[in-house]
């Protein structure tokens, strides 16, 4: 099963509002990531988890807070964003191979967020 | 860090001809070379990947090659049918000692012509 699942699909938030994504796999993955997507341009990195520690964090304004409860969930918390940030949020899980790397990394379906 | 540059951006080929979609990268510690396919809507779907210690693998009419003295990796399409059509993005990742993500080429938008 290469399944990574993300929660909502869609989402409409005030740039007052918070707001929380969440993603979810069950392939026994150590690390897990977020990606942000715009329109026709490829997924860009913002967090890597490895082992549930935050090990890259790709100078992502504070407005956006990720968090690794368990193994298995990634959440991201939203906070005063801009209309600028709306995108695609990608979330991605992978194996960890410790030193060696990593191998196969999947995709979620995404969540579509609009910031009015 | 990492820069990966992808050519062409877009490429159309007959039905039932191959394809190929070429990426370079700069960081020789790279050793993890996936690529990607993205239909419109959809998330980025893993169709092969390679990593540094092999120069080539097949999956039934894909194939990616890997070149590392010249930092640059291929994927090859055969018999392509309409269903091919859509946007590959090829990516890197370097070990950096533990995950890391990947960095992605622009992305070609393949475009099958029946």
């Known amino acids: 099963d290469t399944e990574v699942t993300q929660t909502p699909k869609h989402l409409v938030m005030g740039m007052t509002n918070k707001k929380s994504l969440k993603c979810e796999q069950h392939m026994g993955h150590r690390a897990m990531y977020w990606y942000k997507q715009k329109a026709k341009k490829p997924p860009e990195l913002m967090f890597v988890?490895?082992?549930?520690?935050?090990?890259i964090n790709e100078s992502v304004p504070s407005r956006f807070s990720p968090e690794c409860p368990n193994s298995s969930l990634l959440n991201l918390h939203l906070h005063a964003l801009q209309p600028e940030d709306s995108a695609l949020y990608l979330c991605?899980?992978?194996?960890?191979?410790?030193?060696?790397?990593?191998?196969?990394?999947?995709f979620g379906p995404g969540t579509r967020l609009t910031v009015t | 860090g990492e820069n990966v540059e992808q050519h062409p951006s877009t490429l159309s080929v007959q039905e039932g001809d191959s394809a190929v979609i070429k990426c370079t990268y700069s960081d020789s510690a790279s050793n993890y070379f996936p690529w990607y396919k993205q239909e419109l809507g959809k998330r980025p779907q893993l169709i092969i990947d390679i990593r540094s210690n092999v120069g080539e693998k097949k999956d039934q009419r894909i194939a990616v090659t890997l070149n590392k003295t010249a930092k640059h990796f291929s994927l090859h399409i055969t018999e392509t049918q309409p269903e091919d059509s859509a946007v590959y993005f090829c990516?890197?990742?370097?070990?950096?000692?533990?995950?890391?993500?990947?960095?992605f080429g622009k992305g070609t938008h393949l475009i099958i012509q029946p």
């Open positions: 990516a890197a990742s370097s070990s950096g000692g533990g995950a890391d993500g990947l960095t």
């Open positions: 988890y490895s082992y549930e520690k935050l090990s």
């Open positions: 991605a899980s992978s194996q960890a191979l410790g030193g060696a790397g990593i191998v196969g990394q999947y």
